[in-house]
């Protein structure tokens, strides 16, 4: 969540189409830069051009109470004053980024922003810091050095610490933009947040909505490896590819972050995808499952009770999928099945 707003704003389309079944209905979409990445949503139905604006103005709202690099937006303010009362979605994403940090053993902390700043991930003026300066950084970093009461709000930040919602947010969004379209009277709508989606409702041709898994190996990133059925689901990825630098070791540097060294998490995973119902908790599990790799990811899921599903992408170009997905996914690379 950096500083390029809403830049770009782009009208797309109004137009009605004649689907499978003969019937004519309103297509709606519309496109914008927000929260450092580009997004579209596309409505169809009755009130489409509404429900889509409703959702761009949602996702703004969002960027600007999110946003790290917006010295006015209420993350900035929070971690300059060190201490707020919470309320409203600052108090949601407080208490979910709290809950997945118990439940992954602190590989997702939102506390995290003082070694985005340390490797230039906020700025992005780059660098590589020495072991010292990532040790002193770690004394900032750990959501258990924080006091929050969930009774009243009230959060005190640790002695320099600061907040980053960016592991969270576009899952977050997704969440509530549910909410916004079933204000409105629309059939179905997809929402990509810079490649995480959202389905909601029904695709007009009665087929299921269908997401694609971007390649982690392609010099693109245009090109899909599998593809899934995704109904009224939340399909959020974190990869090693998506935002990195090269340092002057000639050594790639990406924007996931173990808490436990401050280095950027090295594991046996490319890619990390999880499908569920609530997009906030699985964009904290994409995350923290990138830092702690296949192994603790899987034992985290069946511990959890399968409640959502997961496509972890190894290094070696295998995937793996969990039992849930067996029936509704295409790939045609390697891949096998977890139960
Ligand atoms: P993206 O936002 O690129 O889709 P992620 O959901 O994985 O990917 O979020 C990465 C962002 O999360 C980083 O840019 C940073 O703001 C934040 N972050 C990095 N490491 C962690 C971590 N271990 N826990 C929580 N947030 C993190
Ligand atoms: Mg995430």
Aim: charged letters at 25%.
């Amino acid at each position: 969540m950096k500083r390029f707003l809403t830049v770009l704003f782009i009208v797309i389309s109004l137009v009605p189409s004649v689907f499978a079944q003969g019937r004519t209905e309103t297509v709606f979409t519309q496109e914008i830069f927000a929260m450092d990445t580009y997004m579209s949503v596309k409505c169809y139905g009755k009130e489409a051009e509404e429900a889509a604006m409703a959702a761009v103005r949602e996702i703004q709202r969002l960027d600007s109470l999110l946003s790290t690099g917006k010295e006015t937006s209420e993350v900035s303010r929070v971690n300059s004053s060190g201490s707020a009362v919470l309320t409203g979605d600052m108090k949601e994403l407080m208490e979910l980024s709290l809950m997945a940090y118990e439940k992954t053993s602190g590989a997702f902390d939102a506390t995290i922003f003082p070694l985005m700043e340390l490797w230039g991930f906020s700025s992005k003026e780059f660098r590589v810091p020495g072991k010292e300066e990532i040790e002193e950084t770690l004394k900032k970093t750990g959501s258990d050095k924080l006091s929050y009461d969930s009774e009243s709000g009230k959060l005190v930040l640790g002695e320099s610490q600061r907040l980053d919602f960016g592991g969270i947010a576009k899952g977050y969004t997704s969440m509530k933009l549910k909410e916004v379209f079933s204000s409105f009277d629309i059939d179905g709508a997809i929402v990509s947040l810079g490649g995480n989606v959202q389905t909601y409702g029904a695709k007009p041709d009665g087929s299921p909505w269908r997401c694609g898994i971007q390649d982690p190996f392609s010099s693109s990133g245009q090109s899909v490896i599998a593809a899934i059925e995704a109904d009224n689901l939340a399909v959020i990825t974190s990869g090693s590819y998506e935002r990195f630098f090269t340092g002057e070791d000639g050594k790639t540097y990406h924007h996931i972050i173990d808490p436990s060294t401050g280095y950027p998490a090295e594991s046996d995973l490319v890619s990390v995808t999880i499908v569920s119902k609530n997009g906030a908790e699985a964009d904290a599990l994409s995350t923290a499952c990138f830092v702690m790799g296949k192994e603790k990811a899987v034992k985290l899921w069946q511990d959890s009770g399968r409640e959502y599903e997961m496509i972890l992408i190894t290094k070696d170009g295998t995937l793996h999928i969990t039992g849930g997905l067996k029936d509704s996914f295409q790939t045609n690379s390697k891949f096998e099945i977890i139960y």
